[in-house]
């Protein structure tokens, strides 16, 4: 078994008499069950209450999970300061929540912490975990299953490998992806649409498409490379992208009008 994974279990409440305890403690339980021969975790809670060496016990951690309550319609001020206290020691790192409050469940909290995160380039596991759990599926298995098997030594939510030297991993924009390559490189959503007024940050957006993510095609003469995006800007990465030439456009209205829904090529 390699190392433990190791799991920064985050209390987003420092409240006396605070309800965070209970969800804490039933995470952490839910953690440890899920203890295998191929996977083990360690945990590290760490309490904005108790504020002892938090950005060098964040940079150990290979992932979070945040538990937060719901106030007034976000997430509580303690939880802000210490993200804020902070920074690269969350970037390119998954990042997870567990939410609790009124009849709302604490959505509101997460959807706040969502947008946080992102902007610390914490990566989304969600189309990861998805990917992993299509492959699994009996479907997939009974078309695809013959052609290869997730290797079980690299599994995780981030990355998970098979047994013919392929791999699937996930990163942020500006996150980690030196040393890495790719046959098939997917940019999913890489504005904040909340952000894309800003000219600096939609130009490090670009630039780093253009840098960072051009140079990782294993080979070019093969490999291809698709954004999936909504339009937020005339020179969002799209408009970027088909200024530039090359690509195929594949253009879908976000209400159907026909006949607006086309490729470069042709109508569809
Ligand atoms: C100041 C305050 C504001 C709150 N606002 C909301 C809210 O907007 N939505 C909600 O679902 N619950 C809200 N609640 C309920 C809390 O989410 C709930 O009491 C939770 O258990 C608090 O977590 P804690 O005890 O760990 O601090 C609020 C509670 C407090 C104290």
New binding site residues.
């Given amino acids: 078994m390699e190392r433990p994974i190791r799991i920064a279990l985050i ?5 006396p ?7 804490v403690r039933w995470a952490a339980a839910e953690i440890q069950s899920e203890i295998t021969k191929s996977a083990a975790f360690e945990l590290d809670q760490i309490d904005p209450a108790e504020p002892m060496a938090i950005a060098e016990r964040l940079h150990r951690a290979d992932a979070f999970i945040v538990v937060t ?6 997430y ?1 001020a303690p939880l802000k300061a210490l993200i804020d206290e902070t920074g690269a020691e969350w970037h390119a790192k998954p990042v997870a929540f567990v939410s ?7 959505l ?2 997460v959807e706040q912490l969502r947008l946080v995160f992102a902007e610390l380039h914490a990566v989304s596991i969600r189309d990861s975990v998805k990917c992993r759990t299509l492959i699994e599926s009996p479907w997939y298995q009974r078309f695809w299953g013959d052609r290869f098997a997730l290797a079980s030594d690299q599994n995780t939510k981030t990355r998970f490998d098979n047994d013919r030297s392929g791999y699937r991993i996930a990163t942020s924009v500006g996150g980690a992806a030196t040393g890495e390559g790719g046959d098939r490189i997917v940019c999913d959503d890489p504005h904040n649409v909340q952000e894309a007024e800003s000219d600096s940050i939609r130009t490090s957006t670009t630039e780093w498409f253009d840098v960072v993510m051009s140079t990782r095609v294993n080979d070019p003469r093969t490999a291809a490379r698709v954004v999936v995006m909504q339009r937020c800007h005339q020179r969002d990465l799209s408009g970027h992208l088909l200024a530039q030439g090359g690509w195929q456009h594949l253009r879908l209205p976000a209400e159907f009008e026909e006949p607006r829904c086309e490729t470069s090529s042709r109508a569809i």
């Fill in positions: 209390y987003g409440s420092t409240r008499g605070r309800f965070c305890d209970t969800v309550p719901e106030y007034n319609h976000g509580p609790y409050g009124g009849v709302s469940g604490g509101r909290a």
